[in-house]
């Protein structure tokens, strides 16, 4: 299994410019996420999703858009990106659609995201 | 609303010495708690939790944490740092609730001396 994949790693906008950053698993799990991490702040969760075609706000969602077609992917769209919005970004995964805080969620290994 | 706060942005251990990283939450409703390890440019490892079952958990790489309701604590330590322990960590809680929503702590960074 690759586990969790994101891609781009790395990526320079410019404000006002639109991006979608990929994320994949091939562990046939139910619940995935999507993160931010500043420094000092830890993670920030901005999206979440318990199944394919049901997504939910989380702590952070402006300027955000997600949606989930498939099971495996799970893809998040910065429509008109700001400055505000430089972070690393990270998805994250888990087995049941409940999402039940006794799953380990596993994490991909970020996209780090500048916008100028 | 949750909320963990993480003492110490930075602690520096010398090779061989206990490891105590500081964790305190806040929740209304019996939390579940995560320590997480963030290797440099990778994505974060869950590390050990506690769901409501013994409250001295053991982790992966030697480490543990213990749970005390009373100081609304989960410690994370190590009896002897290794080179290798030199990672970022953070503390997350969760309510149990939808979206399994991961509340984390800033982080804490260790620097393990020789």
């Known amino acids: 299994n690759a586990g969790v994949t994101q891609t781009p790693k790395f990526q320079v906008l410019k404000t006002g410019q639109s991006m979608t950053l990929q994320c994949a698993q091939d562990?046939?799990?139910?619940?995935m996420s999507w993160y931010r991490q500043d420094p000092g702040m830890g993670l920030r969760l901005i999206h979440y999703?318990?199944?394919?075609?049901?997504?939910d706000q989380g702590e952070v969602p402006n300027g955000y858009n997600v949606s989930r077609s498939t099971t495996e992917d799970f893809p998040l769209r910065l429509l008109s990106a700001a400055p505000s919005q430089t972070s690393v970004y990270f998805c994250?995964?888990?087995?049941?659609?409940?999402?039940?805080?006794?799953?380990?969620?596993?994490f991909g290994p970020g996209t780090r995201l500048t916008v100028l | 609303a949750q909320s963990v706060t993480q003492l110490g942005s930075h602690v520096s251990v010398s090779e061989g010495a206990l490891v105590l990283l500081r964790c305190n939450y806040s929740?209304?409703?019996?939390?579940?708690l995560f320590w997480y390890v963030q290797y440099p440019n990778q994505g974060l490892q869950l590390l050990l939790k506690?769901?409501?079952?013994?409250?001295l958990v053991k982790g992966i790489n030697g480490f543990e944490a213990e749970f005390k309701k009373s100081e609304t604590s989960f410690h994370l330590t190590k009896p002897s740092a290794h080179m290798s322990d030199a990672a970022e960590y953070f503390c997350?809680?969760?309510?149990?609730?939808?979206?399994?929503?991961?509340?984390f702590g800033g982080g804490t960074r260790l620097m393990v001396k020789p």
């Open positions: 994250a995964s888990s087995y049941s659609r409940s999402g039940s805080p006794t799953d380990t969620q596993y």
């Open positions: 562990m046939n799990h139910e619940y």
């Open positions: 999703s318990v199944g394919a075609g049901i997504t």
């Open positions: 929740s209304s409703v019996p939390p579940y």
């Open positions: 506690y769901t409501s079952a013994a409250t």
């Open positions: 997350a809680v969760s309510d149990g609730g939808a979206g399994n929503m991961l509340t």
